[in-house]
Structure formats: C-alpha cells, structure tokens
C-alpha cells in the first residue's frame, strides 16, 4: 500500500483480556518496528523485524507482550491478559531497509491504534 | 547505549514569532539524527534528518536544525512559526553500526503557536 496501516485505530478492550494489533507495512519494506507512546512520554521500543532475522524483542516490557511478522509482511503485536497500564497508543514503522537506514534515512508511520484498558 | 532529552515538554510561542525546540543526545558509537513531527491526530512523520556532510540541515517548511557534535545536541529552529505548526515535535538518534537497529526518540515537545 501507499502508506503503513494499522489495524484497529481504536480498541478498547476489558482488563485480563487478549487483544491483537496488526500492521500492514509499505510494499517492500523489511524492516518494521513497534514502539509504544504513552500519555506524556516519548516513543518506547517495543520490538524489531528485519527480513528474515530473528527480531530485537529487546524492548518488550514483559512477556504478556508478542509480536510475529508473516511471510516478511504483516505483523501482528499481542498483548496477552492486558493490564491497565498497557493503555496507550501502539505505533508501528517500516523502513527499506534496516541496515541500509543511513542512505535512506527515517521510518514511514503508521496513525497508531489507541488501546484503552477498561 | 544512546539516549535523548528533549529540554522542554511545552513550548508556547506567538505566531511568527521565532523558536528553538532542544535536543540534547549522549551515546558512546557514532549515530543518525532525526526529528519528526506528530499533528494533532496524526500519526509520526518524518521532518528532517542529519546523517553526514553539513552540520546545518534544512526541511522543507522552514526547520532547520544544527548538530554541534561537541555538545552535542541537534536543536530545531524557525525563525518565524505558524499557527499550522503546532504539533508535538520528536528528536531521536540512530547508532551507525551493522546488522540493524533501533532508534531512541526523545519524550517530545509539544509545540503551540497562539495567534
């Protein structure tokens, strides 16, 4: 597609709960990135793919948190039995290339879905 | 490790009048310098970048931005700012090194230019 797209934009779901967040890359893009922003605080690191590497889960807050990419495309971050701390919005990038980032420079973000903990 | 701070979380300026946005960064191997901007529901986008070459870069609705590699530091300027700029503004770093990486955003500074 023309952009990165995130799936749902919204979601609110009940406390103990499982939810799946999707990303749809750009077309041809293999790298792609999950960070989460917080109310008041900066983009957290969550998780990276590059190609076929195994990923950087590096920044996943706790093992609640999963995320697989399909066939070098879609990815779909899950949050298992979610907590109401988990509330905030869950970005997701892509980029050409992962080792290839300083001649090409910068993500393309997707809007982000908005996950409320109730 | 890298990290970055963003000096202000708010900065509210008069339209067309000037504003510097500081960015403050330390890390130990040498890195990539970004700043994005997020609009009001909107998601990130990208609005200028420092890779190598000139330590003064350009974007193209007037930020600009200088990396003083001895502070360093990469703050965002304009000289004269819009209404349209508000907006939360991100500086982040990339370290240069093989076989992929993260990059570490800044906690933000919300911008808000009043008529």
């Known amino acids: 597609g023309a952009g990165v797209s995130q799936s749902p934009s919204n979601k609110v779901t009940e406390k103990g709960k499982d939810v799946e967040l999707r990303c749809d890359p750009i077309s041809g893009h293999t790298a792609l990135y999950w960070y989460r922003q917080s109310l008041g605080q900066g983009l957290e690191f969550l998780i990276y793919f590059q190609g076929n590497s195994a990923p950087d889960k590096s920044g996943l807050p706790s093992d609640r948190f999963s995320a697989e990419r399909t066939g070098g495309s879609v990815s779909t971050l899950t949050i298992q039995r979610t907590q109401q701390e988990d509330s905030a919005v869950y970005l997701c990038?892509?980029?050409?290339?992962?080792?290839?980032?300083?001649?090409?420079?910068?993500?393309?973000f997707g809007s982000g879905t908005r996950l409320t903990v109730v | 490790a890298q990290s970055v701070t963003q000096l202000d979380s708010q900065v509210p300026v008069f339209e067309e009048a000037p504003v510097e946005l500081r960015c403050n960064y330390s890390?130990?191997?040498?890195?990539?310098l970004f700043w994005y901007v997020q609009y009001p529901n909107q998601g990130l986008q990208l609005l200028l970048k420092?890779?190598?070459?000139?330590?003064l870069v350009e974007s193209i609705n007037g930020f600009e931005t200088e990396f003083n590699k001895s502070q360093t530091s990469f703050h965002l300027r304009k000289p004269s700012v819009h209404i349209s700029d508000t907006a939360e503004y991100f500086c982040?770093?990339?370290?240069?090194?093989?076989?992929?990486?993260?990059?570490?955003f800044g906690a933000g500074t919300r911008l808000f230019v009043k008529a």
């Open positions: 990038a892509s980029s050409p290339s992962g080792t290839d980032y300083g001649r090409v420079g910068g993500y393309t």
């Open positions: 420092y890779l190598s070459g000139s330590t």
């Open positions: 982040a770093v990339s370290p240069i090194r093989a076989g992929g990486f993260k990059t570490i």
């Open positions: 890390s130990s191997v040498s890195v990539y």
